[in-house]
């Protein structure tokens, strides 16, 4: 693996910048600071800057020589509101957030890009640096900025992504063609009934037995409605009904997520899930409603420049350091509302087994994604940004 001298010889300052950042984690649509930093070492290396795109979002924009290709290269800035069970100097200053899926390390790797980039301006083009706010929970800052004119202003031939994979090897490339992400959808059923006397259930329609039973015939939506091929998740994460020992309720709540590949088995699912959200209280007497939001659209990476991601990763790392076919997951991303109107791909680097944090105390439990003991490897720093340069300079070339 070939990491640029330059680069690595800035890995200290880099670190510096991701830990910074881990220690001041900031929420969808309020990444001030992280954003304020973004831009003012953007316009420190001589980039052109823009701001309040998705409210807290950052482009930069740099140009060299006399090409009319363009492409856009996106980190996602934003932290989760979870605590942090590290113990390591950087650990998050702020109770109740915390860089728990890395994206600390994302907009340091592309920073490192960035700067380098924009000192050697090896290429024959425009790079259009997308610094995006709110990626978690639902929160779809790419549909934001997309909504305040991002590719109307800063059009793009191509955009790309990375996000860091714990449980994959360090420094290591995964990439797939097609589906590879899921639609992120989150649905309410609210059952309406007649409440009463618990020792009179006769005299009631009880919300809280049509809703045990909805959960069970939920569950045939998955294996008895879609076709068997195609891959899918429903789940049920709460129910919400009474507050008291001896009445029945007049209402019950159900929530949950639907995740699939492509929107035509979401269609299917949400027309069975509405059938018996509606149909299945009134065997009781009762009534039902259903709300359903589609967050995220499945992310779909383009196949030609899946193809390009992954030749320059082996180009640059060696083709023992690039997995071409991954399998898909099932978690969610909202780069794929890019994907839906740029050609791209989103690619994954290997964070390793957590092995990184044993430098300095950390707490128990995993390295993973969305944990109170994750933490960004920040040996993937340098990697990152050296792949990000490769990426451009090969593009635009």
Same mark, same amino acid.
Request: glycine letters at 10%; charged letters at 20%.
């Given at each position: ?10 890995? &200290? ?31 420190? *290396? ?53 860089? %728990?899926?890395?994206?600390? %390390? ?88 007649? %409440? ?100 995220? $659209?499945?992310?779909?990476? *383009? ?23 991954? $399998? ?36 128990? &439990? ?17 990697? &990152?940004?050296?792949? *990000? ?9």
């Amino acid at each position: 693996m070939k990491t640029l001298d330059e680069i690595e010889r800035a890995h &200290g300052e880099l670190t510096a910048i991701r830990r910074d950042i881990h220690a001041h984690p900031e929420l969808a649509f309020e990444e001030t600071r992280t954003a304020s930093l973004v831009a003012e070492k953007l316009r420190s *290396w001589g980039i052109e800057v823009h701001t309040g795109f998705g409210k807290t979002g950052v482009v930069g924009v740099l140009r060299a020589g006399t090409g009319g290709k363009t492409i856009g290269l996106r980190a996602d800035m934003d932290a989760l509101p979870m605590p942090e069970h590290n113990r390591f100097a950087h650990k998050s200053t702020i109770a109740g957030r915390m860089h %728990g899926c890395g994206h600390d %390390g994302h907009t340091t790797m592309l920073l490192g890009a960035a700067q380098y980039l924009a000192k050697h301006r090896n290429f024959n083009g425009t790079v259009v640096f997308i610094f995006q706010p709110a990626e978690e929970n639902g929160n779809a800052g790419a549909r934001a900025m997309m909504q305040d004119g991002l590719f109307e202003k800063f059009p793009c031939d191509a955009v790309f992504g990375i996000h860091n994979m714990p449980g994959m090897p360090t420094n290591q490339f995964g990439i797939r063609p097609g589906p590879t992400m899921a639609s992120s959808n989150r649905f309410t059923i609210t059952i309406k009934g007649v %409440g009463g006397h618990a020792a009179q259930p006769h005299k009631t329609v009880d919300t809280i037995v049509i809703a045990s039973e909805m959960v069970g015939v939920l569950q045939t939506v998955v294996s008895r409605t879609k076709n068997p091929l195609d891959t899918a998740v429903l789940s049920i994460t709460q129910i919400h009904a009474g507050d008291a020992y001896n009445v029945i309720p007049s209402e019950a709540v159900l929530r949950g997520t639907v995740r699939t590949y492509t929107t035509e088995t979401l269609d299917t699912i949400e027309d069975a899930i509405r059938r018996v959200a509606t149909t299945l209280p009134q065997v009781y007497g009762g009534t039902g409603e259903l709300d359903f939001v589609r967050a995220y $659209p499945p992310l779909v990476n *383009w196949e030609k420049e899946t193809a390009f991601a992954a030749q320059v990763a082996e180009a640059t790392f060696g083709k023992e350091n690039v997995d071409r076919d991954i $399998p898909p997951f099932m978690g969610a991303e909202d780069f794929s509302f890019f994907l839906e109107k740029v050609p791209g791909c989103y690619v994954f680097l290997g964070n390793g087994e957590g092995d990184h944090r044993l430098e300095s105390y950390h707490g128990m &439990g995993p390295c993973t994604l969305h944990n109170p003991n994750y933490d960004f490897n920040d040996a993937l720093l340098p990697v &990152g940004a050296t792949y *990000w340069v490769k990426m451009v300079e090969t593009f635009l070339a």
